[in-house]
């Protein structure tokens, strides 16, 4: 099976666009098409403004296209860690702001008639290690704090035991793609504009910022929103040092007997995440994620997909029928970056940092954004402004990251290379070493090889071969390059150097 085949992405028809051949002008120009921009820009247009979306590939082909499409305010234990490292009030406003976006994608299907399959469910966090109920203790009493519904059992309505869960009413599931589509529709009609296949370079400062797209051409605006995974533009707000990238793991697979229901997470380690879908195709396919970790780190691909699938089979399911993955960045506070790029800039926005729940924080992205541009006032309190500074948690985050770039930056210097190219299949790539340099060496499917130096082009760090998604990984930021060198993911925005010389096939 092919990995990173998404069902959204496949079965859903993916409105096509013209890329920007020409200078510009709008009143607002969002750089990202997914479900930050076309929130943020769907707000914006119905109050009249001139909005321009700019992306960079197709629209949905970043993590929009490749989600589980939990549209939930349990995120996780994340409650009480919000009490302790913020306060109450900061807690209690990122729940409410979490079921605002519920809200909002009820409120809107409604209002455009947008089917997309959105259906209440119950969501759950449960542990099966003993370890771990007094985890789920402490954050239920956090739900008692936030006034948020509620309660702990020593069940859930899957076919196994658990030690305890912990369930959150009122929360639901969607076709996120078929929502978007809805927008869409509207903010076109709105006379909203859409560019794909447009990277962006940079931005140039002022009164009238200027986006500037990779082939040179320039759109002039008032305001600019970065929406597009990792900011397109850092504006001096070092979110290098601020940021990392996850990269996490999902198989769709048929059950064999009836499911009872629910959204659910687990609490232990490795990660196990696992909601329906239904579809016309297959009928019921569960969606079984999880075995998360750090962009370009951790073992061989394959053996995530392995993982869940083995999960998905002790669930009672069929073999698969799609597997893919996707790219989440967290921050050092856990909470999303959402506001002014940085502090004295006052036309520039970023929204970044979801830390895998970003159907609920995408949303929210667009509602606080929009809300800041139209009048200058955030609907959540600052909560998310990305200029916070706290220093529980955020100086020994900071540190833990600044630590472990540097530690991949050595490493990657310094590690041997993999194997020797003729035993390379078609597809596949390795790491050789020749006159002290490292070359990333990739057999495409023709047979050809591909040389590249293996130093990312963002901050110098050592990428390392994803066999899975046949890609070269950042573990530093998360960047990612084909088998070719051609950026996929930034914050790269230069593709690796290619290499004429040093090895034969």
């Not at 993982?307 to 790219?327: C, I, N, V």
């Not at 078609?426 to 990333?440: C, F, I, Q, S």
């Not at 573990?475 to 993911?489: A, L, Q």
């Amino acid at each position: 099976m092919e990995h990173n085949q998404s069902y959204w992405r496949e079965k859903t028809k993916i409105p096509q666009f013209e890329s920007l051949r020409y200078d510009a002008e709008s009143e607002i120009v969002i750089v990202g098409g997914g479900i930050t921009g076309i929130v943020t820009g769907y707000m914006l247009a119905q109050e009249g403004k001139q909005v321009t979306i700019l992306e960079a590939d197709d629209l949905y082909s970043g993590t929009t296209g490749y989600t589980t499409a939990k549209l939930t305010a349990q995120h996780g234990l994340i409650y009480d860690e919000y009490i302790q490292h913020f306060n109450t009030d900061i807690a209690k406003t990122h729940y409410e702001a979490c079921m605002d976006a519920i809200t909002f994608v009820k409120e809107t299907a409604k209002a455009h008639k947008i089917d997309c399959h959105l259906t209440e469910q119950d969501a759950y966090i449960y542990t099966k290690e003993k370890k771990n109920i007094q985890k789920l203790k402490k954050e239920y009493e956090a739900y008692q704090k936030l006034g948020i519904t509620g309660e702990l059992t020593d069940a859930i309505p899957l076919a196994f035991d658990v030690e305890k869960a912990l369930v959150m009413k009122n929360q639901y599931q969607y076709h996120p793609l078929q929502f978007l589509n809805g927008l869409l529709e509207v903010f076109l009609e709105k006379g909203g504009k859409v560019y794909t296949n447009t990277p962006v370079d940079t931005v140039e400062e002022g009164s009238e910022p200027v986006v500037v797209t990779k082939n040179g051409l320039k759109v002039t605006c008032k305001k600019i929103v970065s929406a597009s995974h990792w900011p397109v533009y850092d504006g001096m707000g070092f979110y290098f040092t601020r940021l990392y990238q996850d990269r996490s793991y999902v198989v769709a697979a048929k059950p064999k007997a009836t499911y009872p229901g629910g959204m659910y997470i687990n609490a232990d380690t490795p990660s196990r995440s696992v909601r329906s879908m239904d579809t016309e195709e297959h009928g019921t396919l569960l969606l079984i994620g999880g075995e998360s970790h750090r962009t370009g780190e951790g073992h061989p691909e394959e053996r995530y997909y392995k993982e869940l699938t083995d999960f998905a089979a002790y669930l009672g399911t069929e073999t698969p029928l799609y597997m893919w993955s996707a790219q989440d960045i967290v921050t050092l506070d856990n909470l999303p970056y959402i506001g002014y790029i940085s502090k004295g800039k006052d036309n520039i926005f970023v929204a970044t940092g979801y830390r895998k729940w970003g159907m609920t924080s995408s949303i929210v992205a667009g509602l606080e954004i929009s809300s800041l541009i139209s009048s200058g006032i955030s609907r959540y309190k600052n909560i998310y402004q990305p200029s916070r500074f706290q220093a529980d948690p955020d100086v020994g985050s900071l540190t833990k990251n600044v630590m472990e770039v540097a530690k991949e930056f050595v490493i990657g210097k310094l590690e041997q290379p993999y194997e020797y190219v003729p035993h390379l299949k078609p597809g596949e790539a390795t790491k050789v070493r020749t006159n002290g340099l490292l070359l990333g060496v990739y057999k495409d499917e023709t047979g050809e090889i591909h040389q590249v130096d293996t130093t990312c082009t963002h901050m110098k760090c050592e990428v390392n071969w994803n066999s899975a998604e046949s890609s070269w990984d950042c573990p530093c930021h998360g960047s990612r390059f084909t088998g070719t060198g051609e950026v996929i993911e930034g914050p790269a925005k230069k593709p690796l150097k290619k290499l004429d010389h040093g090895l034969n096939s």
